[in-house]
């Protein structure tokens, strides 16, 4: 399993961002996967930005709420985040992350290798 994330960027406070992963896998694990976006700024440890799990449903973190919005694309591997609104304090590296539940004793985790968001004041 590969994530390929791209659509970082330097962008204004109060500008837009979407983010893109891509996933290259085989057979249908992407679309019996939760994906998700998470990120990660400089001293801070890495946190959940949001969340779509294969039935659709969706899971924001409290500061992203309302300004973020996660979607998934099956037919194309594909995870989507548009950021509107963004603040500096959204400054960070943003990775996306594939979770596989095979069972509760049984989960794999793979992550993209990071794009990175800088929101200017």
């Known amino acids: 399993v590969q994530l390929q994330a791209s659509g970082g960027g330097l962008v204004q406070a109060g500008g837009s961002l979407r983010l893109s992963c891509v996933v290259s896998?085989?057979?249908?694990?992407?679309?019996?996967?939760?994906m998700g976006w998470y990120r990660q700024a400089p001293g801070k440890q890495r946190e959940l930005v949001a969340r779509?799990?294969?039935?659709?449903?969706?899971n924001y973190a409290d500061s992203v709420k309302g300004r973020f919005t996660i979607s998934r694309d099956n037919a194309k591997n594909t995870v989507y985040l548009q950021m509107n609104s963004l603040k500096p304090e959204d400054t960070a590296v943003y990775f996306c992350?594939?979770?596989?539940?095979?069972?509760?004793?049984?989960?794999?985790?793979?992550w993209g290798q990071g794009t990175l968001v800088t929101v200017s004041s």
């Open positions: 992350n594939l979770r596989r539940i095979r069972s509760l004793a049984n989960i794999n985790d793979y």
């Open positions: 896998a085989s057979g249908s694990i992407f679309s019996i996967s939760a």
């Open positions: 779509i799990n294969f039935g659709g449903s969706l």
